[in-house]
C-alpha cells in the first residue's frame, strides 16, 4: 500500500477530469458515425449505448472500488475475486489494449496541429515521442500535476463543444442545410455493428480510473462525485456534438476523413475551424496522459504478487510515484506499430470486452463468497439481478462483433490480431507457472486496506 500526504492526493475535481479523459477526451473519434449509420441511428446509440454499456460498468466499478480502493484497481479486484490466474489475464489484457490504444493520441495530435502547420506531418515521429516521454516525466511528477493538468486540458476540450452547436444548428449554414448523402438510408447490418463499435470505444474505459485510488483523497466518496459528474458530461457533449453535425448539412464523408475543425470550419469559419481543432490536441493529449497513469500502475500491482519482475515495485524517493514501471510503459508505447483507426476501434472493444466481464464475474463471486462484507456503495440488485446487468453489455458486444464478421477484410484481420493478442494471455501464464510452480490459482483473500482496522479510513 502506498501512503501520502494528502497535498500529493488527487482531489475531486482533478479526479473527475481525470475520468472524464480516461472515458472520453470530448466527441473527437465520433466523426465517422454519421458516414457509418446515418444520422438517425447515430442519434439513437448515442442515447442508448451509455445506458446499454456504460452504466452497468460505471456501476460495477463504484461497487468493487467502495470495496477495495487499491492502487491496481481492477487487477486487484478479480485477483481477489476470481483468483491470481484471472488476476493475471486481467492485468495482462489490459496492458495490450492500452498500448494499443495509447499509440492513437500522438498521431491525433499530430493530425490537428496539422491544421496550423500542414507540413509538420514529416516530423510527425520526433512530435509523438516527445509527446509520450513528455507525459511520462508529467507522471513522474506525480498525480496531482496529472490532475491539475486534465483541468486545464478538460476546460479546452469543453469549450469548443460549447460554441459548435450554435453555429452548427442556428447559423448561416444551417439555414441551407440538407440532409447529407448517405444518411437518408437506413444502416446495414455490418454498418450499424461499426457505428456501434464507434460509440461503444468512445464510452469505454471507466474501469480504468481505479488503478491509483490510494492516491485518492477520500477514495469512495470522490470516485462517486467524479465518475456521476463524468458521465453527465460525456453523454450530455456527445449528443451535442452529433445533433449538430446532423443538422449541419455537413457531407459525412468529409466530416469522417477532416473531423471536426472541418465542421467547425464550415459552420462558423476558419476560427471555428482552428478552436476545435486546438481542442482536439488537448484532448489528444488529455487521454494520453490520464491513460498512461491509469496503465502505468499495473506493473507496479502485478510485480507486487511476484508475476512480474520485482524492479517494477520500486517507488521513487521523492515522488513516491512506480517510477520504473512508468518508463517501462513509456518505453513499450514508443515501440508501438499504429492500426489505421477503424482497426483499432475493434481490436480495442474486443480486448477490453474480455477483461471487462472479468470484473463483471468477480463482482458476482464476491457477492456470493462476501454477502456480508460491508460494501460503501452497493448497486441495489440480487444476484440474478447481477446476472441480468452483466448479460446487457455483453449482448451490446456480441451484436456488434456478428454484424463485424459479415463485414469485410478489414475488420477480419483486426479481429484475428484481437484473438491472438488474447490467447497471448494463457501463453503468459503458463509461462509463470513454469518459472515459478508455486504460484496458485485460489482466490485472494480481502487486501488490508478494507480489513475491520483499517475500514474506518475509506469511509465516505
Not at 357 to 372: D, T, W, Y
Amino acid at each position: 500500500m502506498i501512503t501520502h500526504r494528502t497535498s500529493r492526493l488527487l482531489r475531486p475535481l482533478q479526479l473527475t477530469a481525470v475520468v472524464f479523459f480516461t472515458v472520453s477526451g470530448g466527441p473527437y473519434g465520433l466523426e465517422p458515425l454519421l458516414n457509418e449509420v446515418g444520422a438517425p441511428a447515430a442519434i439513437l446509440l448515442i442515447c442508448l449505448i451509455p445506458i446499454l454499456w456504460s452504466l452497468p460498468s460505471l456501476l460495477m466499478v463504484l461497487e468493487l472500488n467502495s470495496m477495495m480502493p487499491l492502487n491496481g484497481g481492477y487487477y486487484q479486484w478479480v485477483k481477489t475475486g476470481l483468483g491470481l490466474k484471472w488476476g493475471f489475464l486481467e492485468g495482462w489484457w489490459t496492458w495490450i489494449f492500452t498500448f494499443v490504444d495509447l499509440g492513437i493520441y500522438p498521431v491525433l495530435f499530430v493530425q490537428y496541429l496539422s491544421f496550423f502547420f500542414p507540413e509538420i506531418a514529416s516530423a510527425r515521429p520526433f512530435i509523438c515521442l516527445a509527446i509520450i516521454w513528455g507525459s511520462a516525466g508529467l507522471n513522474l511528477l506525480g498525480i496531482v500535476p496529472v490532475g491539475r493538468s486534465s483541468i486545464a486540458l478538460g476546460i479546452a476540450v469543453l469549450t469548443p463543444f460549447l460554441i459548435l452547436p450554435f453555429y452548427a444548428l442556428f447559423g448561416p449554414a444551417a439555414a441551407t442545410a440538407i440532409m447529407a448523402p448517405g444518411q437518408a438510408h437506413p444502416a446495414s447490418l455490418a454498418a450499424l455493428a461499426m457505428g456501434m463499435v464507434t460509440v461503444m470505444w468512445n464510452y469505454l474505459g471507466w474501469d480504468n480510473a481505479s488503478p491509483y485510488a490510494e492516491e485518492v483523497e477520500q477514495p469512495i466518496r470522490s470516485y462517486l462525485t467524479a465518475m456521476v459528474a463524468a458521465f453527465v458530461i460525456i453523454v450530455l457533449m456527445y449528443a451535442l456534438a452529433v445533433l449538430a453535425a446532423a443538422g449541419s448539412g455537413a457531407d459525412p464523408a468529409l466530416l469522417e476523413s477532416q473531423g471536426f475543425p472541418y465542421l467547425g470550419t464550415l459552420t462558423g469559419g476558419h476560427w471555428l475551424g482552428a478552436i476545435l481543432s486546438a481542442g482536439g490536441m488537448a484532448s489528444a493529449l488529455g487521454l494520453f496522459l490520464s491513460i498512461f497513469l491509469s496503465i502505468s500502475r499495473i506493473p507496479k500491482a502485478m510485480a507486487d504478487d511476484g508475476l512480474l519482475p520485482r524492479v517494477l515495485t520500486r517507488l521513487h524517493p521523492r515522488y513516491n510515484v512506480p517510477h520504473v514501471s512508468i518508463l517501462l510503459c513509456a518505453f513499450v508505447v514508443s515501440g508501438m506499430v499504429l492500426w489505421k483507426f477503424d482497426e483499432l476501434l475493434i481490436i480495442d472493444v474486443t480486448i477490453y470486452s474480455a477483461e471487462l466481464f472479468l470484473q463483471f464475474l468477480a463482482l458476482i463471486a464476491l457477492r456470493v463468497r462476501e454477502p456480508e462484507l460491508p460494501r460503501p456503495f452497493k448497486i441495489p440488485l440480487n444476484i440474478p439481478g447481477l446476472i441480468v446487468m452483466t448479460a446487457v453489455p455483453a449482448a451490446c458486444v456480441a451484436l456488434a462483433l456478428y454484424g463485424l464478421l459479415s463485414s469485410s477484410n478489414i475488420q477480419t484481420n483486426a479481429l484475428t490480431f484481437a484473438g491472438i493478442a488474447l490467447l497471448t494471455g494463457p501463453l503468459a501464464w503458463w509461462v509463470i507457472r513454469k518459472v515459478h510452480p508455486g504460484i496458485g490459482n485460489t482466490a485472494a483473500r480481502l487486501p488490508g486496506p478494507v480489513t475491520v482496522a483499517n475500514r474506518r479510513s475509506h469511509r465516505p
